[in-house]
């Protein structure tokens, strides 16, 4: 590292609702690799240029297995739970398989149904309670805590119980450990039910693949279904639907855009995807195991890198007019789910959980608005997602 | 003395890539992301279980894996 480059705060100051900090903007045109101290762990480089971050993301000198056993920078004392995102290619190769053949495309196509039939279920409560109502409560939690339920054959009844879980994992707790017990033991009873009972949902199809083919220890198959998809699944589609919401009611141009052309909605969730940031920092820090140069600089082997991915997403490098909701892009190669190896496992169903959820939400609401404009909506306050923790709407 | 030279071929549906580069992470050594899509860097390759496993995790099923002599589907699996 240059010695006497800045050591920067990291994260850095939070900003309010749904935009980002402009220090990834100066940080992208002056300083492409910044070095920042997060509040645990070693001193690291940061990249915000979207080349970078790609090499960084795809180029095997750069590793998640070599983070293991590191001090690694993170915004909290304990380490995060990793499992999957913690293994490089092949180790990674052979969980992911496993997992990512129940989420191509074609297979999450065939869930577009059910998951159609679930938000119109949740809207139908919403009509009968009246208006306002809070969006998060009655929409954006319940609805893809179904789909994945049904995906994976956990009980939905048991959702209070992962709930708990889930903020556990997601914010600041000293309890984090505990948690994840807690969750192993609540899959491992799933589990072995279905060694009494076999069953064809994904759970019922990854214990086959340990039991009878020993793809995967018991310990993966736990964190895989729990943390990997349950937990992962649920806490990140709830928490950008109302996100997605918020910024459609405080665009209004945008609105009205997406109610008198709805074919434009697929591009339409790609560009909140580009524009929005699910996390309020980087994470995950990939560890270069050789020398490795980026814009300039020179990554030592065994140094730390955080990439961020809401500052690739706008680079004017890549995209024009970066900083503006476009819904009519031609092209729009945005990172917001990963690239390389770890590229989000369940992208292609999310993707299409936001456009079902959306377009329920416009077709069954015409005149969706804010209930009480900012007062009427709270934010979440954890370290590892952010977005509104109550969204009052009026229709 | 025989020699069992088999090759493979690996293709790349442009129109279904969407780029995501999981392919390249399972595969570096054959496949690369170029302009956003992914790219094979020779036409045919040695057999190695790595391209069956970018096959197999291309959520777009993009990529397909076939016995170069004998146009054998062996990737991805379905």
């Known amino acids: 590292m240059t010695i006497d480059q800045e050591i920067r705060d990291y994260p850095f100051r939070e900003s309010p ?36 971050v790609k090499t960084v993301l795809t180029d ?17 004392a304990e380490m995060t739970y990793e499992g999957i995102i913690g293994l490089d290619p092949p180790d990674h190769t052979r969980l992911r398989k496993l997992a990512g053949k129940a989420l191509t495309a074609r297979r999450v196509n065939e869930m577009r149904e059910g998951a159609q039939r679930v938000a119109d279920e949740y809207v139908d409560e919403m ?17 893809p805590t179904t789909v994945i339920c049904e995906l994976l054959g956990v009980p939905f009844e048991d959702r209070a119980q992962f709930r708990i879980w889930t903020q556990g994992l997601t914010s600041t707790s000293e309890q984090l ?18 060694r009494e009972h076999p069953t064809d949902d994904l759970l019922g199809a990854l214990v086959k693949a340990r039991d009878e083919d020993d793809r995967l220890t018991e310990q993966e198959l736990l964190g895989i279904a729990g943390v990997g998809l349950l937990l992962t699944g649920v806490e990140t589609v709830s928490t950008h639907i109302p996100n997605f919401v918020y910024a459609l009611l405080t665009h209004p141009e945008l609105m009205a855009q997406l109610r008198a052309d709805r074919s434009l909605m697929p591009a339409a969730v790609e560009e909140l995807l580009r524009m929005i940031p699910l996390n309020p920092a980087a994470m995950f820090p990939r560890y270069a195991v050789a020398d490795v140069t980026l814009s300039g600089t020179t990554v030592r082997a065994g140094e730390p890198v955080l ?22 892009r031609r092209q729009n190669p945005h990172v917001a789910f990963g690239h390389g190896s770890h590229h989000c496992l369940g992208a292609q169903l999310a993707r299409m959980e936001f456009q079902v959820a959306l377009h329920t939400l416009l077709d069954r609401f015409p005149e969706l608005r804010l209930a009480h404009g900012d007062e009427g909506v709270s934010w979440k306050s954890g370290l590892l997602v952010r977005g509104p923790n109550r969204l009052l709407v009026a229709w | 003395m025989t020699v069992v030279d088999t090759r493979w071929r ?25 302009a956003g899509k992914a790219s094979v860097l020779a036409a045919q390759t040695g057999p190695d279980e790595a391209v069956i496993d970018a096959a197999d995790m291309c959520p ?19």
Not at chain 1, 177 to 194: C, H, N, P, S, W
Not at chain 1, 307 to 328: I, M, Q, W
Not at chain 2, 65 to 78: H, I, K, M, Q, Y
Request: proline share 8%.
């Open chain 2, 10 to 34: 690996v293709t790349v549906d442009r129109d279904a890539c969407i780029g995501t580069g999981v392919c390249a992470g399972a595969a570096p050594r054959q496949i690369e992301i170029r």
């Open chain 1, 127 to 143: 009509i009968a309670k009246g208006s306002p109502g809070d969006l998060v409560e009655l929409f954006a939690l319940p609805y």
């Open chain 1, 307 to 328: 990439v961020s991915l809401p500052g690739a997403n706008r680079d004017p490098k890549v995209f024009e007019n970066p900083e503006t909701f476009d819904f009519t």
């Open chain 1, 17 to 52: 609702g749904i935009d980002i900090d402009p220090t990834y903007k100066l940080l992208r045109s002056t300083e492409p690799l910044a070095r920042v101290q997060l509040p645990y762990g070693e001193v690291s480089w940061l990249v915000t240029r979207y080349e970078d």
């Open chain 1, 177 to 194: 450990t505990g948690y994840i017990e807690q969750l192993f033991d609540y899959m491992g009873k799933l589990v072995a039910q279905r």
């Open chain 2, 60 to 78: 777009m099923s993009a990529i397909t894996v076939r016995d170069a002599t004998s146009g054998t589907l062996l990737a991805p699996a379905e």
């Open chain 1, 60 to 76: 095997p000198r750069f590793s998640r297995a070599a983070a293991q056993g590191r001090d690694q920078p993170r915004t909290r």
